[in-house]
Structure formats: C-alpha cells, structure tokens
C-alpha cells in the first residue's frame, strides 16, 4: 500500500514539475516578445519627421487626428463627428507658440501666437511600466497571441496593465502591437453600451515616417476666419 502511495505521489510530483516547467517556459518567452517589441518601438518614438493618423471610435462618435511633424514643426487635424455635429480643429505650431482653427457648424474661430500649446499625438510605447516589478506583474497577468489587425500581422496583448492610457491600479487593455516594428494598430480600451447594445471602444493607428515634407505642414487660410484675441 505504501509502495503504491509513494509511485503516485511521484507522478503527481513529475506531473507538477511539467506544468512548473512549461509556465517557466511561457513566463520567459512572454518577457522576450514584450521586451523585444519595447526596443524596436523606442527606435521610432526617437523620430522627428512622422505622419500619425488616428480613428477612435467611442459609441456613436468619431473621431479621426492626424500629426504631421517636421523637425520643430508641426501641424495636428482633429476632427469629431457625432450624428450631425461635426468639429475640427486645426494646430499649426513652431515649437515655441501655436495657432489654433476652430470649424463647427457655426463658425469658424482662430487664436493666433497662444503659447499654450495642445498635445500632438507622438510615438506612444505602450509597454512602458515605471519599474521592474510593475514589469514583471503585467508580464504575469497578460495573456499574448499572434494575431492579424488591419492587414498587418500583430501581437494581441490582452489584460495588460497600462498607465498611458487608462488611470488607476486595475486599469487593464488590449493592444494589437505590429510584429516587425512594436508600433500599435489598433487599441482596445473597453465597451460602452449604445441602443444597439454594447459596442467595443477602441482607436485604429497608422504610421509614417520621413515623407513629412513642408507642403504638409500648410495652415489654413486665415481670411476664412474670425480672428479671436
């Protein structure tokens, strides 16, 4: 009877060391693909000439920005559009000051020489965590297929702990992070509930780099506007 106990206890021991193995293999792969994909997209968020168009889909809204940046230069096209609202903003900066475009369906509002900059979209590494611990817990609570998104071939990160885009210590996302440059395709940011029922809340990405040239960096006509002081 004790001879039997003990073979079973040693396939049981055999069968928890397989299992410890092939979590250890998981678990360190995971940190490979994570900390490959880190490295490759801090190679672009280094880069001063990118085009960056953004559609974000948020229940009946959307909203579709583009960043043109040239050196200092830059020019950002937000525009919203709600079932028959529509918005645009228009930023042209030099680095130092900033003139703004507002188009609704009203009016049309410019303010010229503002030092108060906006926020452009720039190359975003999604991976980042403050330390090594933080790291290490994301790795552990993620989940990461192969996946396609928008044509591209992607690494689907899901239940990833993420300080850029949502707050507080639960916050969670899935990302779509393409293969062969760690830039995001698509991110997924959770559900709204619409009439139709509940809809994905999610932005769509696409990129270039050093074809930014100064014809695109072009403002608006400002005689189109009302000049605000």
């Known amino acids: 009877m004790e001879k039997k106990e003990n073979k079973i206890g040693k396939k049981v021991g055999i069968i928890l060391l397989i299992f410890f193995i092939v979590f250890l293999i998981l678990f360190f792969t995971k940190i490979l693909i994570m900390y490959g994909l880190e490295s490759r997209v801090n190679h672009f968020a280094e880069s001063s000439n990118y085009h960056i168009k953004t559609v974000a889909y948020s229940g009946d809204s959307i909203t579709i920005a583009e960043t043109y940046k040239k050196g200092e230069e830059s020019l950002s096209l937000m525009r919203q559009i709600a079932e028959d ?4 903003i228009t930023t042209y900066s030099n680095g130092n000051s900033a003139n703004i475009y507002f188009d609704t369906n009203e009016d049309k509002v410019a303010i010229l020489n503002t030092t108060e900059i906006p926020m452009i979209s720039r190359i975003q590494n999604y991976l ?16 990461i297929r192969i996946e396609e998104c928008n044509g591209k071939e992607c690494y689907k990160i899901e ?4 300080n850029l885009l949502i707050s507080g210590d639960n916050a969670k996302t899935t990302i779509y992070l393409e293969k062969s440059t760690g830039l995001p395709v698509r991110v997924l940011t959770g559900t709204e509930k619409t009439e139709e029922g509940e809809v994905s809340t999610f932005t769509d990405y696409w990129y270039e780099f050093d074809q930014v040239t100064a014809s695109d960096l072009k403002e608006p006509d400002i005689y189109l506007y009302r000049v605000e002081e």
């Open 128 to 143: 980042h965590t403050e330390n090594l611990g933080q790291f290490l817990l994301s790795v552990l609570r993620n989940s």
């Open 159 to 162: 239940g990833y702990f993420d």
């Open 85 to 88: 609202d529509i918005r645009k």
